[in-house]
């Protein structure tokens, strides 16, 4: 019933949010997940906690505590944003680092912009529309019907090409990039519960998106970029772009790929763990 309630009143929320500052929103987004994860959902914070003590050993109980409050509030003003997003001004909202060098061949060869579930991911395609580089994702469909409405709407506003996680969804991919387009894949991802990667310290597989990513790049001589958005004030990010990697002048196997990959994005995630979306969810190893 609580759930129930709290999702009625969160699609009030959301249409009324629309109409004021972003900054407004933001904060508004930051004290409702506080009273969400302390009133109604505290399994939240004691599966992030209880992650925070494997990443982080040698933390102290006081350190863990300001890293699963700073995660809840960074959840509960992304979600917030989600419904300004295309108010955001890239001269007071973002800064950029390393696009000139990441952009210098795009749309000359394809391009996969592998990116993480960090800060506010969406900032991205906000950033990457304002700097003219049209781009297509492939993203899950939110469950949650309030959720995927919020997210059809935001990426519509951006202007993002939502592509689906299947055959089709794989077949207009080898498209766009053929036709020297870029495409974003999330290297961190979930499924039926459990994270792919990051591995920490989990075997190498090739079911998710670092394996997919690879062969893609591998098939279609793509140029990897690594993106994330990393929160740097309430309202203020980073997008950073790392410098573009061939793989094709890597020697390796899809498993050396996936550990390849995998030793350059979990370093990021791991430095910022309290802006990470998925710190709650279960790392199990992959069968």
Known sequence: MAQDLWQSFERLLHRGLRRLPVAVVSEIGARLAWLKIRVIDPDVARKA????????????????????????AN????????????????????????ADEARADVGQVPTIALCL??????VLAAGLKSIGIPVASVAEVPTKELHREVATATRKDLDVEILTPDRSGLL????ILKAKGVVALFADEKRNGNMMAPLFGRRTHVQGNLALAARLARHTNAQL??????????????????????????????HADVAYLND??????????????????AIEPIA
């Open 264 to 281: 350059l994005i979990e370093p990021i995630v791991r430095r910022h763990l309290d802006q990470w979306y998925y710190l709650d969810d």
């Open 117 to 122: 579930h960090l800060g506010n991911w969406e």
């Open 172 to 175: 207009r991919v080898m498209s």
């Open 75 to 98: 959840v509960g003003r992304l979600m917030a944003e989600f419904t300004v997003l295309h108010r955001f001004d890239p001269a007071r909202h973002m800064e950029f680092v390393g």
């Open 225 to 254: 970029i690594i993106a994330y958005c990393e929160r740097i004030d309430k309202t203020r990010f980073r997008l950073n772009f790392h410098r573009p990697i061939r793989l094709n002048a890597v020697v390796g196997d899809a």
């Open 49 to 72: 906690r209880a992650n925070l003590r494997r990443h982080l050993p040698q933390a102290s109980d006081r350190e863990i505590e300001r890293h699963v409050w700073r995660f809840v």
